[in-house]
């Protein structure tokens, strides 16, 4: 009678561990597919930013694969520089590109679209040195200041200069283009304060230590990290940027639901510590939208591009002909708010 009941317990528990077994297998994202089509491969363009927390989440999660989509990463330096790619044919989407850039190519009548805005995000700063003399914002007249032209570290920085009552002939401008420029060139002395985002801002601040001088150069504005294709690749695409936008969608659930591994992914990604990361989920918004504020933001740098001879255009376009929303109101119709 022992041994029988024995047998019978341990039937049972080897008939709920591979019950056990088989669910978690069944139900684990690798083997979900929500999609039954054939698969797409596409290339996807971005660069080492905090707003691409979305792309990360949705390829460690394996949201594309669910959704029938083979994606190709593409790393550039920068989001202008993905862009640029992406307008050249090297990928299909740019993710985390700001809208700087596209106002940018609005002026050259460009074919580039905004399909969604992966994130708002603050996390551009200016790093002085204190001992080129400054330590208070009237102290950068005249000091080399580096910054990445056509890029919003730019705009910002101007933007600064003029709140603070200088414009940018009062300085002299050093364009530099790539992350370890960003991180060493006003730690080495190449520049006495330099407009960067994070987390080059970060680092350089802290290779100076107490020499250093910090202020946050966007006034609480927010920027855009965007999704952005051709006007062509859409129009031949829809189904698929459809798929791209879902899995971004399920990427931010994922990020609500568990926050603590989604800042461990973005930890991984920008190889930075921690604090930052807590820092960075703390002060930015990681989720999907079109709205009206992403208009205005665009009609501001675009003023701002005119009034400093940026371009030889003296209108401001008009920048709905540059988003497409049909893609994102299919996916998550609440996140669509765009006046036409």
């Known amino acids: 009678m022992a041994n029988r009941l024995r047998k019978t317990v341990q039937l049972g528990l080897a008939l709920a ?27 996807v363009a971005w660069s080492p930013f905090e707003q691409n927390a979305l792309l990360w989440i949705a390829e460690n999660e394996n949201f594309f694969n669910q959704n029938g989509l083979d994606v190709t990463l593409r790393k550039y330096d920068t989001g202008v520089g993905s862009l640029d ?15 700087f850039p596209i106002v940018g190519r609005a002026f050259q009548k460009s074919r580039a ?28 007249k005249g000091k080399r200041i580096g910054t990445t032209l056509r890029t919003i570290a730019e705009f910002y920085l101007g ?3 003029e709140l603070n009552g200088m414009n940018m002939q009062e300085i002299a401008m050093v364009d530099l283009r790539t992350p ?28 100076l230590g107490n020499n250093a001088i910090v202020w946050p150069a966007q006034g ?26 879902k899995s971004l969608a399920q990427a931010e659930e ?17 190889n930075v510590d921690a604090a930052f990361v807590d820092s960075a989920w703390s002060r930015d918004q990681f989720n999907l939208s079109l709205d009206q504020s992403l208009i205005t933001a665009m009609e501001d740098e675009a003023r701002w591009m005119i009034r400093n001879n940026l371009t030889t255009e003296k209108q401001v376009p008009n920048f709905t002909d540059y988003i497409h929303e049909d893609t994102l109101k299919a996916v998550k119709p609440g996140a669509v708010n765009i006046i036409r």
């Open 254 to 270: 994922y990020a609500i639901r568990n926050s603590d591994n989604a800042k461990v992914l973005m930890q991984k990604w920008l």
């Open 220 to 245: 609480g504005q927010y920027i855009f990290g965007l999704i952005v294709s051709s006007e062509e690749w859409i129009t031949k695409h829809p189904d698929v940027a459809g798929r791209f936008l």
């Open 17 to 43: 561990i591979t019950t056990g077994l088989l669910v978690s297998v069944l139900t684990a994202p690798s083997c979900q597919r929500d999609y039954s089509g054939p698969v797409e491969s596409i290339v």
């Open 180 to 207: 370890a420029e960003w991180e060493h060139a006003v730690a080495d002395g190449v520049v006495d304060a330099i407009v960067t985002a994070q987390p080059f801002a970060d680092l350089a601040r802290k290779r």
């Open 159 to 161: 933007r600064f200069l």
């Open 113 to 140: 679209r905004i399909i969604g805005a992966a994130a708002k995000i603050e996390q551009q700063y200016l790093v002085g040195r204190k001992d080129r003399g400054i330590e208070k914002v009237s102290d950068l």
């Open 85 to 99: 790619g992406m307008l050249n044919g090297e990928a299909d989407i740019t993710v985390g590109v700001t809208e």
